[in-house]
Every structure is written in structure tokens, then in C-alpha cells.
């Protein structure tokens, strides 16, 4: 697998013959091969997830597939404003929350199955199994819990958040993306280290720290990593590649 760490939430995953993008809103994409089938996904409407900007990708790659929230669904009216072309509308797809999706791949690649768990913001986090591994993305999925709220607040936060990670338990994830955002505070690492303990997960890159390297290095250092701190990638910089078996 070879991994491209793009922007904030976004990453490029290259397999044999099919390439995932997920939630690009800005930075420099790579030059992706154009005999292997694109799949464009979208966890949710905020800004720093999606922009129109991705149907352009459509006039390069005609071997392509948007993969949006529900909550993503535009109007006619909306696609004439952002100049999306007919070649773009004719490869949407939108997908719920606890949805399954099963895709063939047009019977020139590899099929992939697509299922969605729910946000805990909006939309949906994404699991992906294509041959015989799983990848995970989750959007804004997350422990969104804030120094300050009121106990309802935090409760309600704990059981949505913690409802969904059961949902992975026993599930083989070879590689996941997860918010690690140093908002939180003291409890950035919350989220993450209730994936970990909750999934069986090979390697995790840590997203959405709004450029702050450092919350990485910072959750490597905390006892409550010390299962899985072997699985955490280490990201320095945007554009920087990774090969993972």
C-alpha cells in the first residue's frame, strides 16, 4: 500500500489496481495512475472534508467513483453553480449512515465492499474492504468531548462515541485514519486510544491536527499508548509518502 498524507484529513491510498482518496479539500494531489479505478470519498459537508473541487479530478480520470455522505447531496442547481460536468454526475454515489455498499469495480477491478458507521459530528466514518484487507476512515467520527461542557454533554458524547467503536470490536483493520485533534486538550488522545482498544488495527495514521505535528510525538509518550505505539505513524510533513506492506 503506499499512502499519501495530503492535507488535515486527506490521504491517497494506491493499491494494485484501485487508489482511495479521502476527504480532500485543499493541498497538492499526487499524479495518480490513470489505468487504475479512483475512489473519491467525502465523510461529511464542513469544509475542511469536502469542496467541488474534487469533480474536476472527473476530466482526468475516466475510471472514477465519488463516494459521498448523504448529507453531501446536492441539488441541479448546486452542480450548475460549481460547473460540475456530466461526466462527474454520472459517477455519484451518496451512502447513509450504518449503510452497505458493494461495488464491482465495472468488472475491470478489484470489487470493494463500503460500509459506514455513524458520526458523532456529521456524516459518516467509511470501512473498506477491497481483497483481503480493511481500511478505515473516519470522517469526524470522534471523542468530541470539551474541557468546560456540562455532564449531559459529555455523557451523551461518551455513549454515542463509545457505541460506535463497538461496533469495530473484533474487526481486522489494516489501516486506519483517526482525529487527533489538539482542540481537545488534555483529552486529544481520547478518541484514538478508544479506536485502538476497541479494533484490531495494523498501522494508524493520525489526522486532523490542523498542522500541529506534535500531538503525534505527545500520544507516543503517554502510558495509554503503550499497546499499540509500535502501530502509530509518525507524519512530518504534507506530501510525505509511506509504504506499507
Known sequence: ??????????????????????????????????????????????????????????????????????????????????????????????????SILELSGNGSFTPIKVETLTSTDEGVAFLISIDSKTIYHAGDLNYWTWIGESDEEFNNMKTSYLREMKKLNERNIQLAFVPLDPRLEERFWWGLDAFMHNSNTDYVFPMHFWKD??????????????????KIIDIMEEGQIFQLD
Open 1 to 98: 500500500m503506499k499512502i499519501t498524507y495530503i492535507h488535515h484529513s486527506c490521504f491517497s491510498v494506491e493499491l494494485t489496481d484501485s487508489i482511495f482518496l479521502f476527504d480532500y479539500y485543499q493541498g497538492t494531489l499526487p499524479d495518480f495512475p490513470k489505468d487504475k479505478m479512483l475512489y473519491v470519498f467525502a465523510s461529511h459537508k464542513h469544509h475542511d472534508h469536502f469542496d467541488p473541487s474534487i469533480f474536476q479530478l472527473a476530466e482526468s480520470y475516466s475510471n472514477i467513483t465519488y463516494i459521498l455522505s448523504k448529507d453531501i447531496k446536492m441539488s441541479e442547481a448546486y452542480m450548475d453553480r460549481n460547473n460540475i460536468s456530466p461526466s462527474a454526475r454520472q459517477c455519484l454515489i451518496y451512502i447513509g449512515k450504518n
Open 213 to 230: 505535528y506534535s500531538v503525534i510525538s505527545k500520544l507516543k509518550a503517554l502510558d495509554c499508548s503503550n499497546e499499540y505505539r509500535d
